[in-house]
């Protein structure tokens, strides 16, 4: 499992062709600052994958703009651990995972990863599947 910010407008501008012999060729520009939208994909060894989740930029969020991914809304649309603990959730019910189908989640270091709520959800579920 990983997140990845990504910006809405491209900084590196597109490269534009035009004919020899035009003297003026336009440039394409975005007045738009952009934004940054977090990305987070969880895969496994043989290559499957959950569906991925976006978090954006804002305070609330319509269930209706999305298509099969999940979301959540961050003020900076950055991951905390508030969202970390959400998507916790999310991967539980995506994968199944119980006592019969253990899962290993590999994740880095990051200070949202290691949030009192997502731990004791995670410690409840390594308890639960024990019994």
Known sequence: MDESGLTTVQKKSQKIYAAKSRKQVGALSS????????????MNAIGTYGPPAFIF???RMKDELMNGSIHFAQEKGWMTT???GKWL????????????????????????HKGLEALEFAKRMVLLSSK
Request: glycine share 4%.
């Open 89 to 112: 959730k999310h991967f539980l019910r995506y994968t199944k995972a119980s006592q019969d189908n253990k899962v290993l989640l590999l994740l880095d270091a990051h200070g949202s």
């Open 31 to 42: 007045a738009e600052r952009g934004q940054h939208v977090t990305v987070v994909c969880a």
């Open 82 to 84: 508030e969202v970390f």
């Open 57 to 59: 930029p804002r305070q």
